[in-house]
């Protein structure tokens, strides 16, 4: 799955609040560190702990595509 494609699959999972997509999408021993949290550590703890941010509040991704050279792209997603 090319880069671009990931981001993608990820915007799509949490736009439609499918913690365990997006969890899939990290590897098993992935770290997610929130700002204004501890780190959750590994695969069942980030889908644990996104099924609770998404019990708790309506949040959106929103896709943004910034070009730095013809070639390359970046993702800067704001969730709100």
């Known amino acids: 799955m090319r880069p671009s494609e990931l981001v993608r699959s990820w915007v ?5 609040h ?8 990290g590897h098993e021993d992935a770290v997610n560190h ?4 501890d780190p959750i550590e ?10 609770r941010e998404f019990a708790a ?14 070639t390359w792209r970046s993702w800067n997603g704001a969730i709100r």
């Open 12 to 16: 799509k999972a949490f736009n439609e």
């Open 18 to 25: 499918r913690p365990g997509d997006i969890a899939a999408l």
């Open 34 to 37: 929130q700002v204004a949290q």
């Open 42 to 51: 590994g695969r069942a703890a980030i889908q644990a702990m996104l099924a």
């Open 57 to 70: 509040a309506d949040m959106a991704a929103l896709w943004r595509t910034y070009l730095r050279k013809p």
